[in-house]
């Protein structure tokens, strides 16, 4: 290669794309290439070689206790840790022959030493690792969705009176603000009044603009941080059906209004739009056309680079909006109460982005006829299939009897699942456990999730066995092997499912009743159950691996094609490529974290 060609690869590298002009000529000048055959050994704990490696052709296996952990080839690199530290736990052989640059030990150590961006990609931690190539990846795509924060945005001056104030002087105070918002301050609490609040409470009412404000106000003021992304608070919007937050400062005071339509004008997306036709719906119809429309709003978050937890938080509540919609319309209001309508599984833990399927329930109050309810579950099922929301294959849906019936039946049905378990029985144990109250009695949820708490005390040998499942699934030690020979892989069944049961168990026996997993690692995490370390690298691998399986899926929708849970590897770029690998090795690590916490060895 002449030295221009050497340059281009290196820059398609990272991080060698940090590197300035001199420092790339410098490590340029130091590089040669070599040749190794097939089962040469380039690396163990007795022999540091005094080069840094950078695959131009072949492959490379890396071994840690003659266990495969990671592979290399073409523009992979390695191994920093060896020259760094001057030690290595791990072998490396080659597995195909291999062409390869090798960088002289005393240039990559000076480079390191003079670029700190270099040198940071090599020292972090393996989170810091993937944040680094996800930015690296995405930085094209990234928008003021993915990076703006609620200070990057207009922020309203509030007008703040004091508890005590009366109506009169604090709607004096509000014109002089030139806005429609009264906040109301009683000690460290805030509250809030707004025009619609003023039609109902004292025009309709009729009542004496000489009240004091907190007779009023509503209490308390839901609020989001100055240094809280934007989106975060558009989905606290959507979720509340509420026109406006405060923002607050790191001290906790208000200092000032975040309004829905400066939200709007700075994403200009279909959002609300979408949100007021759920609202507005009067027919299934009606209902239908604001459904539909979730699909585009999907691929338009997704094209400017949000990232997939915001993606799925959004379309989850606007999600749960139509379920209760459905709900209205077909159940007759004199039942509605009587029962509660939940979603399960992906849906009840709002990770299901695109509709692959539907999983829900109907719990009915004791004493309440649950025939009376039958054909109606029936229409829901129907509609839902209508909408989008394909039939769940194991029939996990509300028109099936065993998933419709009463608070009793439930509880006979939870002490089966755990007095006389088998596979079937944790399968619904766990759909069950995930899942999130729609519509009707919520309390009866509660209930239902307290009694199942209640039956697991003391139950660790049934717990090993229901984390037992994180195992079913492998999840592969190298990405090159799928490369060259299947280049399909479920990226469900090897890498998402292995985190949302192992984390579904810990919250199982932590009595954690969060239903989302990233929520549930991070309540573990402040519970001390699972170091902070673990609690970020799983986040990080379930970010990376639901992306992937996003993009996919919306890929399979454009085709108009059955969507799945696999990926094509042939398709994934160079830094893809290498966040899969990083996430599969933090699965294959904390499958491990599992088998030791639940003591699996011990039933295997």
Not at 386 to 399: A, L
Not at 406 to 423: C, L, N
Request: glycine fraction near 2%.
């Amino acid at each position: 290669m002449s030295l221009r060609d050497q340059q281009a690869f290196l820059s398609k590298i990272h991080p060698f794309e940090v590197l300035s002009e001199q420092q790339m000529d410098i490590c340029i000048n130091s590089m040669d290439i070599a040749y190794y055959p097939k089962d040469t050994t380039l690396i163990n704990p007795e022999n540091i070689p005094n080069y840094f490696f950078i695959i131009i052709k072949g492959s490379v296996h890396e071994y840690k206790d003659e266990q495969l952990v990671m592979d290399y080839h073409h523009e992979d690199s390695f191994d920093a840790n060896s020259l760094i530290y001057s030690s290595t736990k791990s072998t490396f052989k080659v597995q195909e022959d291999l062409i390869c640059y090798e960088l002289e030990r005393n240039t990559f150590l000076k480079l390191i030493e003079e670029n700190s961006e270099f040198k940071n990609f090599f020292l972090n931690n393996l989170v810091n690792k993937i944040q680094t190539l996800k930015t690296k990846e995405y930085t094209s795509e990234l928008s003021s969705f993915m990076i703006a924060r609620v200070e990057d945005t207009l922020i309203h001056e509030p007008c703040i009176v004091q508890a005590k104030t009366t109506l009169t002087n604090a709607i004096a105070k509000s014109i002089e603000f030139k806005t429609s918002t009264i906040i109301v301050q009683k000690e460290n609490e805030y509250g809030i009044i707004t025009d619609s609040l003023l039609k109902m409470e004292v025009l309709l009412k009729g009542r004496d603009l000489s009240i004091n404000v907190e007779d009023i106000a509503i209490f308390p003021l839901l609020t989001v941080s100055g240094d809280d992304y934007l989106f975060e608070a558009l989905t606290l919007l959507i979720k509340k059906g509420i026109k406006r937050v405060g923002v607050t400062n790191s001290k906790n005071e208000l200092i000032g209004i975040l309004e829905q339509l400066d939200v709007l004008s700075h994403f200009a997306n279909h959002t609300f739009v979408v949100d007021t036709q759920i609202k507005k719906a009067k027919t299934l119809k009606d209902l239908k056309s604001a459904s539909n429309d979730l699909l585009n709003i999907i691929k338009a978050l997704q094209s400017k680079g949000v990232k997939v937890n915001h993606i799925s938080n959004l379309i989850g509540q606007l999600n749960i909006k139509v379920y209760k919609k459905l709900y209205q319309l077909i159940v007759p209001k004199n039942l509605q109460n009587d029962a509660c309508f939940m979603v399960m599984g992906s849906e009840g833990r709002n990770e299901q982005i695109i509709k692959t399927d539907q999983d829900n329930a109907l719990i009915i109050r004791n004493g309440v006829d649950v025939e009376q309810y039958r054909t109606y579950m029936n229409s829901m099922t129907k509609t839902l299939i209508d909408f989008g929301y394909p039939p769940c294959e194991g029939n996990i849906m509300v028109s099936n009897p065993f998933w419709c019936k009463s608070v009793k039946d439930y509880e006979k049905e939870t002490k089966r699942w755990i007095e006389a378990p088998d596979m079937q029985n944790y399968m619904d144990l766990a759909i069950f456990f995930d899942s999130f109250a729609v519509a009707g009695d919520k309390e009866l949820l509660i209930n239902l999730k307290d009694y199942l708490f209640n039956k697991l005390h003391d139950k660790d040998v049934f717990l090993a066995y229901f984390a037992k499942a994180t195992l079913t699934f492998d999840t592969p030690t190298t990405v090159a092997n799928f490369m060259t020979k299947t280049h399909q892989i479920d990226i469900k069944k090897t890498g998402v499912f292995p985190i949302v049961q192992g984390v579904r168990s810990l919250a199982l026996r932590e009595r954690i009743r969060e239903t989302t997993t990233v929520k549930r690692i991070k309540i573990l995490q402040d519970k001390k159950v699972i170091d902070n370390e673990l609690a970020n690298e799983l986040i990080e691998a379930f970010e990376v691996l639901s992306t992937l399986r996003l993009k996919s899926q919306l890929e399979q929708s454009n085709n108009k094609v059955k969507i799945n849970n696999e990926i094509d590897t042939h398709k994934l770029g160079k830094i893809e490529r290498d966040l899969l690998k990083d996430s599969f090795k933090i699965v294959i690590a904390f499958k491990k974290f599992i088998i030791y916490s639940f003591k699996i060895d011990k039933i295997l």
